[in-house]
């Protein structure tokens, strides 16, 4: 058995916040007083981020990462640039204490980890190649 399994969402929040001076309670309190209203940690968080989402609707995305591993500008730039609008501007904050502070609009629809998680075919079978080639072709347009 692999260390983490089964995945347990509090333990991943936990050991963020053990790798960093910040709170929990300091990280939801920023993104509240950005947009306002509540917010709800994502399903599946990074080993090196704590996600959020956050708003009256929670209609955004909030993103703590670790001070020595912000977000690369440039290529989310780039990838605005390339892929238009399905690609959220992301916008950046002062950071606190020692993580980077990013938001962005959240963008409805279905998670890929949502499908993958709900998928009820073999990974190889004819049916999940078809529902895969669907789902990339949705992403392209």
Do not use: W
């Not at 500008?73 to 204490?97: D, N």
């Amino acid at each position: 058995m692999s260390p983490g399994y089964p995945y347990s969402r509090d333990n991943a929040i936990s050991n963020f916040f053990a790798k960093t001076s910040t709170s929990r309670k300091a990280c939801d309190e920023k993104a509240i007083s950005i947009v306002g209203g509540r917010v709800e940690p994502v399903a599946v968080q990074g080993n090196c981020s704590y996600s959020i989402y956050a708003g009256r609707n929670l209609e955004f995305v909030f993103q703590f990462r670790l001070a020595s591993l912000p977000l690369n500008l440039e290529t989310l730039q780039l990838a605005r640039k390339i892929h238009g609008s399905v690609t959220p501007v992301i916008l950046t904050y002062e950071q606190l204490e020692d993580v980077h502070v990013y938001a962005m609009p959240r963008i409805q629809g279905v998670t890929y980890l949502d499908f993958i998680l709900a998928d009820k075919y073999p990974q190889n079978s004819k049916e999940n190649f078809a529902l895969r080639k669907t789902l990339v072709a949705d992403i392209a347009r």
